[in-house]
Nanobody
């Protein structure tokens, strides 16, 4: 059974940085995607960044050049480095895993079946 455990997040002023981590275990297949999603109050869930086990990444336009996703398959961790944070980045952030046999994990192609518990990110102006 896949298990995802998140850490990091918190509160920061606009322009600051935060780092989210997702430790995973129980993966059964060696071809997969992992991603970060977020959901702000009153809004739908949004894909933020994704990464394929072989490296290709995808970002939603609003975070390009500010956020960076990384995957360490030796430590079984996935991180999201968030820089130049804006108030509109405020949301609950979730890590996710999905088995995927394609070469990339571009949104919204991949179905993610496993989810972390969520962590709050709050950016004040």
């Amino acid at each position: 059974q896949v298990h995802l455990a998140q850490s990091g997040g918190g509160s920061v002023q606009a322009g600051g940085s935060l780092r989210l981590s997702c430790e995973f275990s129980g993966l059964r297949f060696n071809s997969f995607c992992m991603a970060w999603f977020r959901q702000a109050p009153g809004k739908g869930r949004e894909g933020v960044a994704s990464i394929h086990i072989k490296g290709p990444t995808d970002y939603t336009d609003s975070v390009k050049d500010r956020f960076a996703i990384s995957l360490d398959t030796k430590k079984n961790t996935m991180d999201l480095q968030m820089n130049s944070l804006k108030p509109e980045d405020t949301a609950m952030y979730y890590c996710a895993h999905g088995v995927w046999w394609g070469p990339r994990c571009d949104f919204p192609a991949v179905e993610y079946d496993d989810w972390g518990q969520g962590t709050q990110v709050t950016v004040s102006s």
